[in-house]
């Protein structure tokens, strides 16, 4: 099973909501992924876990949480956010490259489509 | 910024024709991979090259790298109007789980 799979497809959500996205992946990858996208522009790297532990935080701001309750899961929690936080918002696994300077390939979700109105 | 930048930012031919898209980037890198982005959805892993090759082949897919330039290329030949969508390059920095990618190639082949 090489899928990594993300709920919801689509959301929209006020200001003043609380939502969580959630991603998943049964490949045994211990490396996961957070990346924002707007259109027509590259993903950003926003936070990295390795091994259920965070390990690279891009300066997200607050109102993005992250948790990892386990090796297949990852979430998103999204809280206050603002109308320019509108975005794609893709997760991704790999095998853990720490200290490794083989490189592998992330696998992607298909993806969240966020609209904060 | 880490990011690289690829050029052209869009790229129109007709099905049949090849595509050329062109990615650069600032540091020093272990490898390089070209992913493809259908409109909206996630990206799909196409090709790996590290940095002691100069040119790697995968079906109707060639990548070259040329480390002295920082510059690497993807030729897609015989194009089908499957392959429209958008092409990014993406390093990884330093010894970390951290990939940066390029500001990507929209890609419109017409049938």
């Known amino acids: 099973d090489t899928e990594v799979t993300q709920t919801p497809k689509h959301l929209v959500m006020g200001m003043t909501n609380k939502k969580s996205l959630k991603c998943e992946q049964h490949?045994?990858?211990?490396?996961m992924y957070w990346y924002k996208q707007k259109a027509k522009k590259p993903p950003e790297l926003m936070f990295v876990?390795?091994?259920?532990?965070?390990?690279i935080n891009e300066s997200v701001p607050s109102r993005f949480s992250p948790e990892c309750p386990n090796s297949s899961l990852l979430n998103l929690h999204l809280h206050a956010l603002q109308p320019e936080d509108s975005a794609l918002y893709l997760c991704?696994?790999?095998?853990?490259?720490?200290?490794?300077?083989?490189?592998?390939?992330?696998?992607f979700g298909p993806g969240t489509r966020l609209t904060v109105t | 910024s880490q990011q690289g930048e690829e050029d052209p930012q869009a790229l129109s031919i007709q099905e049949g024709e090849n595509a050329t898209m062109n990615c650069s980037y600032k540091?020093?890198?272990?490898?390089l991979q070209w992913y493809r982005q259908n409109s909206g959805r996630g990206l799909v892993h196409l090709i790996l090259?590290?940095?002691?090759?100069r040119e790697k082949h995968s079906g109707r897919l060639r990548v070259t790298l040329d480390t002295s330039k920082k510059s690497s290329s993807l030729l897609i030949t015989a194009s089908r109007a499957a392959d429209t969508a958008s092409y990014f390059c993406?390093?990884?920095?330093?010894?970390?789980?951290?990939?940066?990618f390029g500001s990507g190639t929209k890609l419109n082949v017409k049938p």
């Open positions: 991704a696994s790999s095998q853990d490259m720490r200290n490794n300077l083989r490189s592998r390939e992330q696998y």
């Open positions: 490949m045994g990858h211990r490396a």
């Open positions: 876990y390795s091994y259920e532990k965070l390990s």
């Open positions: 540091t020093s890198i272990n490898n």
């Open positions: 090259i590290r940095s002691n090759e």
């Open positions: 993406a390093t990884r920095w330093g010894n970390f789980n951290k990939f940066y």
